[in-house]
């Protein structure tokens, strides 16, 4: 069964104090996994899309790799505003993207 | 450009009622998803419809029912709402049916509240 786990369910930091989300995957054939940002009352934001193992986007503070089993979201030096929930969302062979329960953010400055 | 717009922003219902949310994609965009994200959850997946059929369809209960029109705008409906049925309905939009991996972009929902 196609599944998607991210930990840490949340996670406070303070401001410059770089950290790592997770996200780990169960999937049959994967055709892209991808990276969102959700502040609250509003939609998914589209951060990256990562399509085979060892590739890497960064973007501003954010860095996303990705292995065969699990994908990183490397945030460095972290600033108030990246506070948000960040999703991770695997689409396997089919037409159904499948996300995490994400990561709750807090950067406190 | 226009992202995903998603109408209303927010509505209440009653136990029984129905309701129809209304969804309009990003220009050029052929592909529509309907999600239910309830608070402190991911989304999960409800319909994807292309080129006006459905594609797609996750293990929601017959109430549930959709339709993409020509323009590729679409319609989420829900009969005989149920308080569990409270959530926020999210849209999303992608350019292709999902075989070449592109991402989908979202918009920012309607908050249905249920009594």
């Known amino acids: 069964e196609d599944q998607v786990t991210q930990s840490p369910e949340a996670l406070r930091l303070q401001e410059g104090e770089s950290s790592s989300l997770n996200c780990s995957y169960t999937?049959?054939?994967?055709?892209?996994l991808f990276w969102y940002r959700q502040d609250p009352g509003k939609g998914p934001e589209f951060l990256f899309t990562?399509?085979?193992a060892g590739e890497e986007k960064e973007k501003e503070r954010l860095k996303a790799t990705l292995t065969k089993k699990e994908s990183f979201l490397h945030i460095t030096a972290p600033k108030p505003e990246d506070s948000a929930t960040y999703l991770c969302?695997?689409?396997?062979?089919?037409?159904?993207?499948?996300f995490g329960t994400g990561t709750s953010l807090t950067v406190i400055p | 450009d226009a992202g995903v717009t998603q109408s209303p922003t927010h509505l209440i219902k009653t136990r029984g009622q129905h309701v129809t949310l209304r969804c309009s994609p990003i220009?050029?965009?052929?592909?529509v998803s309907w999600y239910q994200q309830v608070l402190g959850q991911g989304p999960q997946f409800i319909f994807q419809?292309?080129?006006?059929?459905?594609?797609g369809r996750g293990n929601f209960p017959d109430r549930f029912s959709a339709r993409q029109f020509p323009n590729y705008s679409s319609e989420l409906n829900v009969n005989a709402l149920l308080l569990g049925d409270s959530a926020l309905y999210l849209c999303?939009?992608?350019?292709?049916?999902?075989?070449?991996?592109?991402?989908?972009?979202f918009g920012d929902g309607t908050r249905l509240s249920i009594l």
């Open positions: 999303a939009s992608s350019l292709d049916r999902g075989r070449s991996g592109q991402p989908q972009h």
């Open positions: 999937v049959s054939g994967l055709r892209g």
């Open positions: 990562l399509y085979s």
């Open positions: 969302a695997v689409h396997p062979t089919g037409n159904q993207f499948y």
């Open positions: 220009s050029g965009h052929k592909s």
């Open positions: 419809y292309y080129e006006k059929e459905e594609r």
